[in-house]
């Protein structure tokens, strides 16, 4: 069974600092890898996606992560964090031979010091 | 466009009631998830469907929990005899296309207290 670690229950950075998130996955095969943001009241928001080819991808609101398999880590970066960027961002993993299904990490809760 | 919707989004029970929690996929949407999320912890699988036909259902905790989807289109989950430990926020999402690769898109959650 797949599963997502997310070791950093929170993280606080100063506005304009860069960000890095972490995850770490387990899953027997190339895994489907997504990172969601959640603020307060809201659902989950895909920020981006890996499925297969170039690992270092592009995702909305400046967000990149990358893969790499050697690591099982899919890390989500972010050159210079906004003070909207303040939120809860979870790490999900799915599998092509499980539905849909995805599976989440803990989360980590980002805090943006002014 | 409308995206998904639940109601109610806050729901108050006393423990020994029995609850349902309604999803609206986004219109068109072929595949609906449900999936609790616990305070500080993420999202985790309870079922989902494609269509009307329920794919996996065995992330219910126990047979008080269950779901249906009749006309492939909303989607109700119901939770008999509540407990405490049902307390949860209970989120509902829809994809295009039943592959993996399909986004799934998350409506707002149901908050829902066991007193």
């Known amino acids: 069974a797949q599963s997502v670690t997310q070791p950093d229950i929170h993280i606080t950075v100063s506005e304009g600092a860069s960000l890095e998130l972490r995850c770490n996955y387990s899953?027997?095969?190339?895994?489907?890898l997504f990172w969601y943001v959640q603020s307060p009241g809201q659902g989950l928001q895909l920020l981006l996606k890996?499925?297969?080819?170039?690992?270092l991808v592009q995702g909305i609101k400046g967000f990149e992560a990358e893969f790499k398999r050697s690591q099982s880590s899919f890390n989500l970066r972010k050159p210079s964090v906004h003070w909207s960027d303040a939120a809860e961002y979870f790490c999900?993993?799915?599998?092509?031979?499980?539905?849909?299904?995805?599976?989440f990490g803990g989360g980590t809760r980002l805090m943006v010091k002014p | 466009g409308a995206g998904v919707s639940q109601s109610p989004r806050y729901k108050v029970t006393k423990r020994g009631q029995d609850v349902a929690l309604r999803c609206d996929p986004i219109?068109?949407?072929?595949?609906l998830y449900w999936y609790r999320q616990a305070l500080g912890q993420g999202p985790e699988f309870l079922t989902y469907?494609?269509?009307?036909?329920?794919?996996?259902k065995s992330g219910l905790p126990n047979d008080r929990f269950s779901a249906e989807r009749p006309e492939g289109s909303i989607s109700t989950l119901t939770i008999q005899r509540t407990e405490q430990r049902d307390s949860a926020m209970y989120r509902c999402?829809?994809?295009?296309?039943?592959?993996?690769?399909?986004?799934?898109?998350f409506g707002p959650g149901t908050r829902l207290t066991v007193t």
């Open positions: 999402a829809s994809s295009l296309g039943a592959a993996s690769t399909y986004e799934q898109y």
């Open positions: 899953y027997g095969a190339t895994p489907y």
């Open positions: 890996y499925f297969s080819g170039d690992t």
């Open positions: 999900a993993v799915g599998a092509s031979n499980a539905g849909n299904m995805l599976t």
């Open positions: 219109s068109g949407h072929v595949s």
């Open positions: 469907f494609n269509y009307e036909a329920q794919q996996d």
